[in-house]
């Protein structure tokens, strides 16, 4: 919690109108925030994410210093549904493994994954532990599939209430949600990813040219 507008001013000896201006471009730039009735406190730093390459959350929580932390909510084989089935190019009804992870940064919440990949090219995946093994370097590790590209959609959704619950968040916050078809080097559709991102915590940026 920061000082009072009071005790700044003193501390810095300057007006209340130069503490409020600065105080205000804080909260513009998302370094504090204020809570009506409790004070003026540190915001957490937001995670900035690409759309350029694809780095699982493992790599990229590390690379900013963060420690990853995985917990497994779900795991399991289903059938495909006609949606998914036509996603993944694949028949209805077709077994698929089902995995929904709660990914963590420094033991703070920060996404939902579900995966949904096709069975028949990675039998026995669920063996595993995801807490401690990548779901991305098992399929390398293990299977020798490469996810070579992807596409993808993103959109602005509010965290229902089991969601926001999970994320420590509140119920109608903003998520970021994205669906995910991750393909191998020949082409062919290995997962369908649906991430819901913490809004408060990821920045999704892109570098556009002319």
Known sequence: MLPTETSLMEQHQVSRATVRQALDELVREGLIYREQGRGTFVAHPTVQQGLVRIVSFTEDMRRRGFAPGTEVLASGLIAATPELAKTLDIKPGEELARIE??????????SIEISYLVHRYCQGILQLDYADNPLREVLERQYR??????????????????????????????????????????????????????????????????
């Open 101 to 110: 992870r709660l990914r963590l940064a420094d033991g703070e919440p920060m």
């Open 145 to 210: 599939i490469r996810i070579a590209r992807a596409t993808q959609a993103i959109r602005a959704i509010d965290a229902s209430p089991s969601v926001a619950d999970t994320l420590t968040v509140q119920a109608g916050d903003a998520l970021l949600f994205i669906e995910r078809v991750s393909l191998t080097d020949y082409g062919v559709p290995i997962e369908f990813l649906r991430i819901c991102h913490r809004g408060d915590r990821y920045v999704l940026y892109n570098e556009l040219q002319g």
